[in-house]
């Protein structure tokens, strides 16, 4: 009885350290993330509009600090204000983006895991993302 009650321990422990190693995939942010910010983001988010104060045309600018406080907490993304504004509801006013398509639970779960990973952002002309049109 104790044999088997160590055996079933045993393979518990097991199977939960196995669950827990799996790491989230690696994003590559200029052909996963750039796009993704230039078709939801940054018509809205750039120097000529700044909506909410955020401009996200190139990494500095970014991650520049807000009188709000910082939109992306690299390794953070449950406390990422860009990351839970794509998880309000599209009711809620503050919710993003604010018309248009909603972002598709694939597209959440690339920006959670990059921000998870870092969010990692290049330096020089792959890091810089242009509106695609003007506001």
């Not at 009650?5 to 200029?30: H, K, N, W, Y």
């Not at 910082?70 to 809620?92: E, F, T």
Request: charged content about 20%.
């Amino acid at each position: 009885m104790k044999i088997a009650l160590l055996i079933c321990l045993v393979g518990l422990f097991d199977s939960m350290t196995f669950t827990q190693a799996v790491e989230p995939r690696t994003v590559d942010f200029v052909s996963e993330v750039k796009p993704f910010f230039t078709s939801k983001c940054v018509n809205c988010h750039h120097a000529g509009a700044l909506f909410g104060e955020l401009n996200l045309e190139n990494r500095a600018m970014a991650f520049k600090k807000r009188i709000k406080g910082p939109v992306i907490l690299p390794g953070r993304p449950d406390s990422s204000m860009l990351y839970l504004a794509l998880k309000l509801p599209p009711k809620n006013l503050k919710a993003m983006p604010p018309n248009g398509h909603r972002v598709s639970d694939q597209e959440m779960q690339l920006i959670y895991d990059w921000i998870k990973q870092g969010a990692p952002w290049p330096k020089g002309a792959a890091g810089v993302i242009v509106p695609t049109k003007e506001q």
